[in-house]
């Protein structure tokens, strides 16, 4: 098993440009997330889904949009980048199962950068 | 404001030595997880706990649900337990709450 995987691992961008990064998850976990990590500071929740075809706020959400077509692939989408979209993000997922507290299992990230 | 606060943000130690890492919560949790990431940025779960004590090698992990606080031990630490430590915490009991808050983080550095 792969577990969570990210695309692409490193991107570089201009300001107004748009890109999709994509998630995807071979553990047949309900719910997903995507977190943006800046120097001192600890993860942030950017988004999140509780299962396919739903998707929710996170602590972060402006200039980010996300959709869970799929069970197993979560996308993160920037509409405009803008330089303050710098930073390493990471994807994760968990079973979801709502019987139990469950780790989180997370992706190797991707590192982007907005010039 | 519900926080997480870890301390210390750096810690340098020698191959061998006794390691303890902290973590302070502000309100009650459900679950606290410790992760490890990798210099290469990699994230892996090392615990999860919601009271007591669980071990995993050389790694020791408690939690102190009255006194909102949690310690990492790492006995005998190797330079390959050089990484950055990262508390994280699940505010609330209702189980299809699964959004974390995580702290900084502590960078921990083994000199052979």
């Known amino acids: 098993n792969a577990g969570v995987t990210q695309t692409p691992k490193f991107r570089v961008l201009k300001t107004g440009q748009s890109m999709t990064l994509l998630c995807a998850q071979d553990m047949n976990h309900e719910y997903m997330y995507w977190y943006r990590q800046d120097p001192g500071m600890g993860l942030r929740l950017i988004h999140y889904?509780?299962?396919?075809?739903?998707?929710a706020k996170g602590e972060v959400p402006d200039g980010y949009n996300v959709s869970r077509l799929k069970k197993q692939n979560f996308l993160l989408g920037l509409e405009s980048a803008a330089p303050s979209q710098t930073s390493v993000y990471f994807c994760a997922s968990s079973p979801g199962d709502r019987v139990a507290y469950n780790e989180q299992f997370f992706g190797p990230g991707t590192r982007l950068t907005v010039l | 404001k519900n926080e997480v606060e870890q301390s210390p943000q750096n810690l340098t130690a020698q191959e061998g030595e006794f390691i303890t890492i902290n973590c302070s919560y502000s309100v009650g949790i459900s679950a606290l997880h410790w992760l490890q990431q990798h210099p290469g940025g990699g994230i892996v779960s090392l615990f999860m706990?919601?009271?007591g004590k669980k071990k995993h090698g050389r790694l020791i992990a408690t939690i102190n649900i009255q006194e909102k606080h949690s310690s990492l031990h790492i006995t005998a630490s190797h330079p390959r337990d050089s990484a950055v430590y990262i508390c994280?915490?699940?505010?609330?009991?209702?189980?299809?709450?699964?959004?974390?808050?995580f702290g900084t983080g502590t960078r921990l550095t083994i000199i052979p």
């Open positions: 994280a915490v699940r505010w609330g009991t209702n189980f299809g709450n699964e959004k974390l808050t």
């Open positions: 889904s509780v299962g396919e075809g739903t998707t």
């Open positions: 706990l919601s009271s």
